[in-house]
């Protein structure tokens, strides 16, 4: 079965400095996507950024960036000079692409994220 | 309104009453998705809708059911629930051009949730 797995449920980091969200996952699938979701305080889910896994180049989004090691199965996330609205709960999900999965999300449990003032 | 909206925000309910929760999405998407979210447990997918047909449905007890009328608009009727089904409810949706696949590489929009608590 496909896994997801966060292992810090919280974490925290003084405004401007960076932080890393690790993830990893357990799948026997060649091809699939991984995602970073943001759930602010307020509750509405966002996508922060999401990796193709046939590509090597590493997904940016701005501030955000991933480190995606595919052999080691694991989808980090790096947030630079953060910002007070950054705190937030960051799940990470995976999706497989091979034929007859139903490609729903498969998320982790989420790491809670506090910036600090 | 935009982007997907979801009525009501909370919603408190008796075990023998039967109540509705409704996503409505402005977005032009094709799928709609029900998430269940409770803590310390990970999202659960419910049902998913695709071109407005039910496509998956996640082993959900049968006092959840859902209804999809169009492409725009998701309910989910609620009756004689149980005081572990309390939890935020999201809704979700996402661009899909074929009726047989959804998900996948696409992202999805979610809604703000309602906060359920049954008693």
């Known amino acids: 079965a496909q896994t997801v797995t966060q292992s810090q449920p919280e974490m925290s980091v003084q405004e401007a400095e960076t932080v890393t969200l690790s993830c990893t996952y357990d799948t026997s699938e060649s091809n699939y996507y991984l995602f970073w979701y943001k759930q602010p305080p307020s509750r509405q889910m966002i996508l922060v950024i999401r990796q193709e896994a046939y590509k090597q180049q590493n997904a940016t989004e701005n501030r955000f960036s991933v480190n995606f090691q595919k052999a080691a199965k694991s989808f980090s996330l790096k947030i630079s000079d953060s910002q007070l609205g950054d705190t937030a709960m960051y799940f990470c999900a995976f999706a497989g692409l091979s034929a007859g999965n139903n490609r729903k999300l498969i998320w982790g449990l989420g790491t809670s994220l506090a910036v600090n003032p | 309104e935009t982007g997907v909206t979801q009525t009501p925000r909370h919603l408190v309910m008796g075990m023998t009453n039967k109540k509705s929760l409704k996503c409505e999405q402005h977005?032009?998407?094709?799928?709609m998705y029900w998430y269940k979210q409770s803590a310390k447990k990970p999202l659960e997918l419910m049902f998913v809708?695709?071109?407005?047909?039910q496509t998956e449905n996640n082993s959900v007890p049968s006092r959840f059911s859902p209804e999809c009328p169009n492409s725009s608009h998701l309910f989910l009727h609620l009756h004689t629930l149980q005081p572990e089904d309390s939890a935020l409810y999201l809704c979700?949706?996402?661009?899909?051009?074929?009726?047989?696949?959804w998900g996948g590489g696409n992202e999805q929009f979610f809604g703000p949730g309602t906060r359920l608590t049954v008693l």
């Open positions: 809708y695709n071109f407005k047909e």
């Open positions: 977005l032009g998407h094709n799928a």
């Open positions: 979700a949706s996402s661009q899909e051009t074929l009726k047989t696949f």
